[in-house]
């Protein structure tokens, strides 16, 4: 099997298709009014906006913009509009600015120089904002996580990872940005560089340490079960930069799964 970008190529339409009416069928079966999500201007929320809009018509879908002081920026806030605005999505801004500082007080060992403890915090306290309102709305919350970060483990648990159902999760990063075209979302907002956006200036990419192109086609391989070797000399890759993303997919297992238990037998 030759690891190009070309195996990575799907029947975008026909997944477009698939997606929507995976869409309308859960939130039918839930007896909910539609669904909310998280619309932070990056391709992966755009491309959830887009499905859930065609899927159960715009009336039917919220996006929430949750800006932080610390990580707002105009151009995030910009992109998020283009996509209600192409969508006809309704939306409501929520400042968790003055919540997160709370937040931060109330923990006795809080921490302002641990980066990711606080990130983290971020991320989770979003998702009290998206249940909150799935909540008092009787909504699905949607969520916009794909394959290759979830993989990869890079989300925060109980928080960006956390969801009612996740229909882009089955899609590699580089396919939910072809998907995100055949949605007509501009490409500047289908090819933008990825951030979880809590720190300023955060890189999915340079946190990652690879490319979503290299990134993608390795996992493949992984899945195919190809050896080590093989990946690493088609895609012209160090055998290490193989190993690590295998590493990674070992160690961040305990992210994909419900809380285990002890089978007792009583």
């Given at each position: 099997m030759k690891l190009t970008p070309s195996v990575l190529n799907l029947d975008f339409p026909k997944i477009e298709t698939r997606i929507i009416r995976f869409i309308k069928e859960y939130v039918t079966n839930?007896?909910?009014?539609?669904?909310?999500l998280g619309l932070s201007g990056g391709v992966d929320s755009a491309t959830i906006a887009a499905l859930c809009s065609k899927a159960l018509g715009s009336k039917n879908v919220l996006a929430l913009v949750l800006p932080e002081e610390e990580t707002k920026t105009q151009k995030d806030i910009d992109?998020?509009?283009t996509i209600t605005k192409q969508f006809n999505i309704e939306t409501q801004t929520v400042d968790m600015t003055h919540a997160l500082k709370e937040l931060y007080n109330t923990i006795p060992i809080y921490d302002q120089k641990n980066q990711i403890c606080k990130g983290n915090i971020k991320a989770?306290?979003?998702?009290?904002?998206?249940?909150?309102y799935a909540n008092k709305l009787n909504k699905i919350v949607c969520g916009s996580s794909n394959k290759s970060e979830t993989l990869m483990g890079?989300?925060?648990?109980w928080g960006d990872g956390a969801a009612d159902m996740s229909p882009i999760k089955d899609l590699y990063k580089t396919?939910?940005?072809?998907?995100?075209?055949t949605l007509g979302i501009t490409e500047t907002i289908a090819l933008k560089p990825a951030t979880p956006a809590l720190w300023p200036n955060q890189s999915a990419e340079g946190e990652l340490g690879i490319k979503y192109e290299t990134l993608d086609l390795i996992l493949y391989g992984l899945e195919k079960f190809m050896p080590t070797d093989e990946i690493a000399s088609?895609?012209?890759v160090e055998h290490?930069?193989?190993?690590?993303?295998?590493n990674r997919l070992l160690?961040?297992?305990?992210k994909r799964q419900l809380p285990i238990t002890v089978k007792l037998g009583v």
């Open positions: 839930s007896q909910a009014k539609g669904v909310v992109d998020a509009e989770r306290t979003r998702m009290i904002v998206l249940y909150y890079y989300f925060t648990k396919q939910v940005r072809k998907l995100a075209i088609q895609l012209n290490r930069t193989i190993e690590a993303v295998k160690y961040n297992e305990h």
